[in-house]
């Protein structure tokens, strides 16, 4: 599918371990620590902050390999996260950088713990989320860093989240609430049932509404909200009087993320989610040192988005993270006194000796008038005319495509089809009138925001309509399942990861750490109680008959979210029907694939299947 121009990009070099993520600096600004390979699994390295050639690796796991860290204020422990087999169990792993001894802080089985608070102003205490005593709610744990001792400091009366300060004082927290909506506590309330809560929150409004954090003095707190907007706006809330002033807003998009001082805690900038991201600046100096980093990137030639963690308590050394979308993720340290940029490495050099794509927004208006947007990433050196094409539709779906370095979009562009990703209604980022449209429209609306995209490129000649896969993880696989049930015709074959094949049976399933979250999709998804019908007509499983193209089904035998039972309806029905399919099971995964050597089985056998029915 490709020219001689463009060589094959192997798969262990897409879909391997990176050979380095997510850097960052010690507390006390003398280590660089990162994520590299160690045996062939992912671990966490350590090396002298100016001598990262020096690196050796501090932890020692054999199993999926690391991706949630940090290091500890106390300027020695390091934590990290650990489930078992992808089952979200997650234990809270501490390592003694000086005497090197390991321990398992949550030895608990079949328990989740959350890493909920720690900070410079109490280096020996962590705060820690655990669902010991009840499965569905976590209470809040002080973690004794020195000693190791574990104590409740608070039980959960049905919050989702907590709301925390810099003191490690717990505020109170958000519940849902029976029509989808949140209420938001604060003190002096704890939450209890009949307690009046702070802000109501309208169901409308529940998923861009959340207080993010307490400023230094305790005066303030932050709260980013859509009430009385369209898109989610950053307010300051004074503790005293409740009285708010508004610091950031657009019209259209929503607030991304916040980048707070370190030290005071005050926001300094604001990323709002558009094709590219835009930040705003509400501190100058913060500004100044974001320019003088895009400066020093723009002598390199480097344009992408920049990313920076401060975790220097000095702030004289960043970690700067830049994504290119035609590369790989490029890391660097800035030193904010000297004005010096210095690169580390990037995220996989061997993707630097290939010619890669980047990912183009565009934008169409749905049949029912609605405006939507997407990226089309394009085979390199392939004229644009008639190719091939398979619709890769994001999870969530409460989650968006955003201008990133995707793996699946440069492999599926490398061996020559265009790849369509689309933000359909739902998606988030585009405010809150636009994330509601998607309210109960899995397998309607939000399916035919796909087809309305793939129709506005076919007619500008891009792609051939006969030459159209569908695929995706999680939602994104219900969509490709979708897609193979209802509109059979559009698509010529269909690949689903990790998919709900049956709105009734995933929404009676699932863990019990997801129970205070019903609400929630019974307010999105559908109420199995009052609209049983219209859920059973929205399951790919309902319309198996109408299946007239190939499909492969993935999953992780460990997946909490979706679990197996889902993949094996699908695929037990399509064997009854002798429909033609390929059923691929993990034993060793949960919700999607992490294991590298799964990982490239895996697109090993999605590009075989692709070359084989969308030639």
Sequence with gaps: MTTEAVPLIPHSVLFGNPSYLVP????????????????????????????????????????RGIRTYGLCHDDRTLFYLRDENGDESWRVHLVDLVTGEERCATPFDGVQARVLAHNRWHPTTMLIGLNKDRPGLHDVYRLDLVTGGLAKVAENPGYLSWIIDTDLKVRGGTRMKPDGGTALFLDPSDGP???????????????????????????????????????????????????RTLLAEDPVHDVKQVETDPLTHRPQAVLFAKDRDERVFLDEEFGKDLGRIRGELALQAVDGEIYVDRTDRSGRLWTVSVVTGAGPVLYYVYDRVAGDLRRLFSHQPELERYRLARMEPFEFTARDGVAVHGYVTWPPGAERRGLPAVVNVHGGPWARNTFAFDEEAQLLANRGYACVQVNFRGSTGYGKHFRNLGAKQWGAAMQTDLLDALGHLVAEGGIDPARVAIMGCSYGG?????????????????????????????????????????????????????????????SPLSRVDDIRIPVLVVQGANDVRVPQAEAEQIVEALAAKGLAHEYLLFPDEGHGLVRPGNRQAYYTAVERFLAAHLA
């Design 24 to 63: 960052e600096i010690s507390p006390d600004g003398t280590r660089l620590l990162y994520l590299a390979p160690d045996d062939g699994v992912l671990n966490v390295w350590v090396a002298p902050a100016d001598r990262p050639d020096e690196a050796v690796a501090v932890t020692h796991d054999r199993g």
């Design 478 to 538: 219900y969509a490709a399942l979708a897609g193979a049930a209802f509109t059979p015709d559009v698509f010529t074959c269909a690949i689903a990861l990790c998919a709900p094949s049956n709105l009734l049976t995933m929404l009676a399933a699932g863990a019990p750490t997801r129970t205070p979250l019903q609400a929630f999709m019974h307010a999105h998804v559908g109420d199995p109680e009052t609209e049983r019908d219209m859920l059973w007509e929205r």
């Design 193 to 243: 049932d009949g307690a009046e809560p702070w802000l109501d929150v309208p169901y409308e409004d529940a998923m861009g509404t959340r207080v993010t954090g307490f400023a230094r003095d305790g005066a303030v707190f932050y709260l980013i909200s859509s009430i009385g907007a369209n898109a989610c706006r950053l307010f300051e809330v004074d503790v005293a009087t409740g009285e």
